[in-house]
């Protein structure tokens, strides 16, 4: 397309995607050569704009319970940006998010809130709407997920998150390897799978293992107008964690890129 202390586990919060329900185009383009490479690198860098986002913003970042709740990455407390860790509505930024929150012991029995000596489990139903933005990039954004995190208790040494989310994005942004500007409308389904985290969580405390697989269908745009649909295609961005900053990230056509979890700054490789 832009976390510490064991009573307070915080994951990294990932996600994006698709069903592009209502466009019309079963037959998406197919490009090949120069065309498809600006794909995957237009792709990939949509994802990690997302992803960079979620590393401050999203709803995901700020959902785990505790006394001094922390947005992942080392961002600002919760507290700083108004939210406390009971709160089921709010905004960050210019995102509206509304929540479901269930905690779980470690025979499965649903607790009335977290605890972080016996709470081993929590699973989160959320909806965001609103606008996401940063020098290079503006998106109109929706999105409605669920996720489910294990580790949650003082006790246990690492975080463990699988999730799936559904968003819909109409992107302005430059492009990473070229000049100019590119509109997007895309909509996509996002799978994070064994997303592993190591506590205490820290702004360096990346993911260990794990993916995250982005199925995505764009419509690119001749402007800023929804309607002005030049070119369809369907793409996949896989994003393996590696315990670094910087994961591995295959799109297809085999394109690889490495992808920076905090700024999204995307590099080929």
Known sequence: MTSPRPQLPVLLALAVAVSLAGCGKDSPTQPSGTAAQQDADDATQQVAFLMAQDNGTSLESQATPGQSMTASRGTAPMSAQGVASTD????????????????????????????????????????????????????????????????????????????????????????????GRIYTYLEGAELVENMVQLKPLTSTSWPLSGTATWTLKVD????NNRGDVSRHFNVT??????????????TTGGYRYKMNLKTGLVVRS
């Open 88 to 179: 089921t509505t709010f905004t960050i930024g210019s995102v509206t998010w509304t929540i479901t929150r269930s905690f779980f012991n470690a025979i499965g029995t649903e607790q009335a809130s977290y605890n972080p000596l016996t709470t081993v489990r929590m699973t989160l139903g959320s909806r965001g709407v609103g606008n996401i933005a940063t020098a290079a990039d503006t998106a109109s954004y929706g999105t409605t997920g669920s996720l489910a995190i294990t580790g949650l208790s003082a006790a246990q040494d690492t975080l463990t998150t699988n999730a799936a989310r559904n968003d819909t994005l109409q992107v302005s942004f430059a492009p990473r390897f070229r000049g």
């Open 220 to 223: 690119r745009l001749g402007s």
């Open 237 to 250: 961005v896989v994003v393996t964690f590696n315990g670094t900053q910087t994961p591995d990230v295959t």
